[in-house]
Nanobody
Framework: QVQLVESGGGSVQAGGSLTLSCAAS????????MGWFRQAPGKEREGVAG????????VYADSVKGRFTISRDNAKNTVYLQMNGLKPEDTAMYYC?????????????????WGQGTQVTVSS
């Protein structure tokens, strides 16, 4: 099992930036994927971005392409989500997730381990 702790959420005005961090610990295999998901009140959880350790393959939701960047520091077992050009519709609880034995970071495939979430609020 992988333990995940998110940080970096907060409140920002539209057009602003935030960087989320997710520190992983526990049983982390070499071939793993990590991702960011979000859930706004009254809405279903949606995938935002994912990254594999294998070739650092990345995937993004269409709604964040060109604005968000996912990256990872394997030495620190940490994944980041740089969010630029934030919009009010980006307001949500953001969750970090991970899965071992993974080469494809697609967010359509199930992730097995989840953090507690960090709130991002974007005001207009």
């Amino acid at each position: 099992q992988v333990q995940l702790v998110e940080s970096g959420g907060g409140s920002v005005q539209a057009g602003g930036s935030l960087t989320l961090s997710c520190a992983a610990s526990g049983h982390i295999e070499r071939d793993n994927c990590m991702g960011w998901f979000r859930q706004a009140p009254g809405k279903e959880r949606e995938g935002v971005a994912g990254i594999s350790n294998y070739r650092s393959t990345t995937v993004y939701a269409d709604s964040v392409k060109g604005r968000f960047t996912i990256s990872r520091d394997n030495a620190k077992n940490t994944v980041y989500l740089q969010m630029n050009g934030l919009k009010p519709e980006d307001t949500a609880m953001y969750y970090c997730a991970a899965k071992n034995g993974c080469f494809n970071p697609s967010m359509a495939l199930p992730y097995t381990d989840w953090g507690q979430g960090t709130q991002v609020t974007v005001s207009s």
